[in-house]
């Protein structure tokens, strides 16, 4: 009797972590570069305020570059609770993604994270002006970052991150499989061996 009631008092797990056509994606994850689903997945959870993730953005670029129409790149909200401006860069994105700019706002948010990152007030006013020089609706995007279902979205990625084992940023997966990298070479290599499959 104690095995059936432990097993009912269990939370369920997130519906969301195998909603989407890829792996380790939901319906909604934002896929940067699409080469279709037989191709390898590549899933990064990320921070925009984490300066190893600023340090890796380059990196990434030149990965995506490399492997550019053959591998699946998906990018998924981590925001670190010790990151006073990584919620709302989140959110930026987010509202951003609503009116098709996601990988604009990305790209712009990592580029300047040294004007904003590691600060102790809030940046929203900067990223709204990112989002007028990138020519959203300033209505629109206002009222995607004000709307709980953007902060909902952020959160469900990082549920799911923390249900994958996600512990620090940045954090890839390769098909649904945790990568753990000492070293730049690690991550390529798993790329190597997954496109030549």
């Not at 896929?31 to 990434?60: I, K, N, R, S």
């Not at 590691?118 to 995007?141: I, P």
């Not at 004000?146 to 909902?152: D, V």
């Amino acid at each position: 009797m104690a095995l059936v009631v432990v097993l009912m008092t269990r939370p369920a797990a997130p519906e969301s972590r195998t909603e989407g056509a890829l792996p380790g994606t939901r319906a909604d994850s934002h896929v940067l570069d699409a080469a279709g689903p037989d191709a390898p997945t590549l899933v990064e959870f990320l921070d925009f305020e984490c300066e190893a993730c600023g340090a890796f953005y380059p990196v990434v670029e030149q990965i995506r570059e490399q492997y550019e129409g053959g591998i699946n790149y998906v990018v998924r909200y981590y925001p670190l609770p010790g990151h006073f401006n990584s919620m709302n860069a989140a959110l930026a994105a987010e509202a951003a993604s609503e009116q098709g700019k996601f990988e604009e706002m990305y790209q712009r948010l990592f580029e300047t994270q040294t004007q904003w990152g590691e600060q102790q007030t809030s940046r929203a006013d900067l990223f709204r002006t990112f989002a007028e020089d990138l020519g959203l609706d300033l209505g629109a995007y206002d009222a995607a970052v004000a709307a709980p279902a953007t902060r909902e979205r952020v959160e469900a990625d990082f549920n799911d991150g923390q249900y994958l084992g996600v512990s620090g940023t940045p954090s890839f997966f390769l098909d649904g499989e945790k990568l753990e990298l000492t070293q730049l070479s690690d991550l390529t290599n798993a790329l190597d061996e997954a496109t030549n499959r």
